[in-house]
């Protein structure tokens, strides 16, 4: 306990609004999730550098959190330093391009740019999570991508502290991916996002299609951490998850308070206290099922922390 206490008091110093065991599950769309033992709320990239670098020192494990959307989290929680990232500027320029830090939310930054009548980002509406997240697992609908938009990223090497600027074909963006998914010692700060002019009025009713499809056909209902699992890739074809485990008849099935949705087989839904084991389970009961039933090995979406 005392060394507990020692590493806090020097967190203390560096950090003053520091806090030990925070319930995780307060900070994610699922609800899930044990105590981090220490948490910080990184308000300006000048934190996050701090927080990074003080962490470094003491060798203590670090995870960086954005929206909390696409993780779950372990009951256990995480046995380090949790630093929730929450720069939220904005700023657009005449090269119909917006800077977003990291911490945006998605709804928030969507609103922006059809507040200026820029259109490329209507895909996003609905989409509870933040910038950093999307260009970290290249988040996509509709038939739009992030990485169609990026222009630059910048990210913090946690190894060197240094602040790097990456292009969009140095980012790697693939299917849910990016080189900052591949590289845990990236942490994305900031990005440059060009856009094109278009018609407020149309923008905002594809904001509006989007947003009801998502409504009808989302268990939106229920706390989730989004899709779970990535659509395979077979012979060019996307063959959608939520389609192969609904096949393999595990729509509806519980184990403890987690479900897979009825609604949208590639959701896990929280109907109450759901714990993250039995979330596990069910995600390696669908993988095992469509392994079985189609040859396809389910790659995941959700980030697994603490485990």
Known sequence: MRIKDAIFNILKKELPDIQKNVPLKNYTTFKIGGPAKYFFVAKSIKDLIKAVKISKRLKLPVFVLAGGSNILVSDEGFNGLVV?????????????????????????????ASKNSLAGLEWAAGIPGTVGGAVYGNAQAFGGRISGSVKKIEALDIRSLKVKNFTRAQCRFSLKNSAFKKNKNLIIISAVLKLNKGSKKEIKEKIRENIKYRK???????????????????????LPAGYLIEKCRLSGKKIGKAQISKMHSNFIVNLGGARAKDVLKLINIARKEVKKSFGIKLEAEVQFVGF
């Open 84 to 112: 929730k990232v929450d720069n939220s500027q904005l700023i657009i320029n005449n090269l119909n391009e917006i800077y977003a830090e990291a911490g945006v939310m998605l709804p928030k930054l969507v609103g922006f």
């Open 216 to 238: 009808k056909n989302h268990p939106i209902a229920f706390p989730s951490a989004g899709s779970v699992f990535v659509n395979p890739e077979s012979k060019k074809k996307i």
